[in-house]
């Protein structure tokens, strides 16, 4: 069996997934969740911030399942949320100089730019 056939096998085996896509949609699954979460009990204020958050984790969790689906609207709307994430974290982080929010920019740059890769855009449809 030559490299090629096997590789064929293992693509159709996962159906077009890569495991980097996976963890990438259970981070943001995760972490969708924790803010629906902080934004439900009052972390955000009571007002519009509230509500604000609670669309974007709405608008980001069909993202993630679309996504999981290997569909090309689920990317880009997690494409969208990392870069999101990547430029608020980045803007507390000059704002404050807390350290973790500038570790958790850069991941969510670092998954933006795994995201737009050719492999990942040419397994999406």
């Keep these: 069996m030559s490299d090629n056939e096997e590789v064929k ?12 896509v996976a963890g990438i ?19 955000f204020g009571v007002g519009s911030a509230k509500y604000g958050v609670l669309a974007l ?18 990317w880009a709307l ?11 974290n980045l803007f507390v982080f000059e704002k ?6 500038l570790v958790q920019g850069l991941f969510a740059l670092l998954f933006f730019l795994y995201l737009v890769r050719t492999e990942v855009r040419d397994r999406l449809r």
């Design 25 to 43: 949609s259970l981070f943001m699954l995760v972490l969708t969740l924790v803010n629906a979460f902080a934004a439900l009990t009052g972390k």
């Design 96 to 101: 404050t100089h807390a350290g973790p929010y």
């Design 9 to 20: 096998k293992l693509e159709a085996r996962a159906h077009g997934m890569l495991p980097g």
């Design 57 to 74: 984790c709405t608008l980001l969790a069909a993202g993630v399942f679309g996504l999981l689906r290997l569909r090309r609207w689920g």
């Design 78 to 88: 997690v494409l969208g949320g990392c870069l999101t994430l990547c430029l608020g």
